[in-house]
């Protein structure tokens, strides 16, 4: 079997990256059951290997705290209640927070997305997902979540388009799922009606999206 790393299977490195997605795996196979301690630590283990992983190959340090905070923020939310919520956002926000300059210090600069006209259609459609995203939950979600929710979007576009300046489409196609996972959990929690049968679908798309959108980040770093 190929892995991404040297040493084989048993190498510490893609032992690690294992060890990640068969927590993805499990906590994918639990997504319908009350939250739990074993359902949270799955969840939370999935990324935070990740961290793991780029922390032992001697990757940044601002995606090892990235991903340490979205490990976090994945046990917030793998609890129920509008505070549990709440501590999933703050989480969530630190991380992209750091994910933008951890791009724009890899990237190219802001210039590229002018020049070069495939990333400045990309940089308007992340622009235009965010707007509607705000339109749609702004009337639905309480007074009190409104601004910390609006601040969340602002920094999710930032990190979509900082990462648009990077070289890197392992980076690129990670930043897209993140935004396309948020806006999927924004809908599902505050837009679909409860008694809709595709809830549970819509989970599923979240979580594979937001995985898939933090191994590509991940891989995208070390194996570049």
């Known amino acids: 079997m190929t892995m991404p790393f040297a040493g084989g299977i048993d190498a510490n490195a893609n032992a690690t990256l294992i060890f990640s997605l068969v927590a993805a795996v499990i906590y994918a196979f639990t997504l319908d059951m009350r939250p739990t301690l074993a359902r949270s630590a799955a969840k939370t283990l999935a990324v935070a290997m990740l961290a793991a992983l780029v922390f032992m190959q001697g990757g940044p340090l601002l995606l090892v705290v990235a991903l340490l905070l979205s490990g976090v923020g994945d046990a917030f939310l793998s609890r129920d209640g509008e505070k549990a919520f709440l501590g999933g956002l703050a989480s969530f926000l630190a991380a992209h927070v750091l994910y933008v300059p951890l791009f724009l210090l890899?990237?190219?600069?802001?210039?590229?997305?002018?020049?070069?006209?495939?990333?400045?259609?990309?940089?308007?459609?992340?622009?235009?997902?965010?707007v509607v995203m705000l339109a749609a939950l702004w009337r639905r979600v309480s007074p009190g979540l409104r601004v910390p929710i609006a601040i969340y979007i602002a920094a999710i576009l930032a990190m979509g388009i900082s990462a648009l300046t990077l070289a890197n489409p392992w980076v690129i196609g990670g930043a897209v799922m993140f935004m396309a996972s948020d806006g999927l959990l924004a809908a599902e929690k505050f837009l679909v009606p409860a008694i809709a049968p595709y809830r549970a679908g819509i989970r599923y798309a979240v979580w594979v999206l937001y995985y898939a959108a933090q191994l590509c980040i991940t891989l995208g770093f070390l194996l570049a």
């Open 106 to 130: 890899g990237g190219g600069g802001l210039d590229v997305l002018s020049t070069e006209t495939w990333r400045g259609a990309i940089a308007l459609a992340m622009a235009a997902f965010a």
